[in-house]
């Protein structure tokens, strides 16, 4: 099954894959360096560029096999009458009167973002809870506090 990724999402993962493609060469040549230096066993500048090598090439190994599960949804040509991915959601919980505004979107995107907007995965409890849901509707989220009510107050 394919994980939804919107397209500001999928463009901020393939700038990551090439800033890491960038970086790869630097830190092979910071290797070579260090490796002339002589006795590779206690050269520390060897090992951390080995290391930061590794850590280059995993990430970028989890990142291009993410890119090919990823399916790009365009939230612009889904309803807009009831919370769909990709959808700016203000809410009301219910209990404290605190409003919230959410962004519905895929869960590598939750943390990964260049807005000050609360991003909430399609996956969470939260996200699960709100989809489908039209203005003035109420819904309940079981968290480990407890069942929390909040109502939806605005789609965009």
Same mark, same amino acid.
């Given at each position: ?5 919107? @397209? ?32 590779? %066993? ?5 090992? #951390?560029?080995?290391? $930061? ?6 990430? *970028?190994?989890?990142?291009?096999? $993410? ?11 889904? %309803?807009?009458? +009831? ?16 409003? *919230? ?21 399609? +996956?969470?409890? *939260?996200?699960? #809870? ?18 929390? %009510?909040? @109502? ?5």
């Amino acid at each position: 099954m394919a994980d939804y990724i919107t @397209k500001e999402g999928m463009i901020r993962l393939q700038k990551k894959v090439q800033a890491l493609q960038e970086e790869r060469p630097k830190v092979l040549e910071q290797i070579q360096t260090a490796r002339e230096m002589g006795d590779l %066993s206690e050269n520390a500048e060897y090992q #951390a560029a080995k290391e $930061k090598q590794r850590n280059i090439d995993r990430e *970028l190994n989890y990142l291009n096999t $993410k890119l090919l599960t990823l399916k790009v949804i365009d939230p612009d040509t889904l %309803s807009k009458d +009831a919370v769909r991915f990709g959808a700016y959601v203000h809410i009301l919980e219910l209990s404290t009167g605190n409003t *919230l505004k959410y962004r519905l979107v895929g869960i590598d995107e939750v943390y990964d973002r260049d807005d000050d907007i609360l991003h909430v995965s399609i +996956a969470s409890p *939260l996200g699960k #809870a709100m989809v489908g849901k039209k203005c003035d509707e109420q819904f309940i989220v079981k968290a480990p506090k407890g069942d929390i %009510s909040f @109502k939806i107050l605005k789609i965009e």
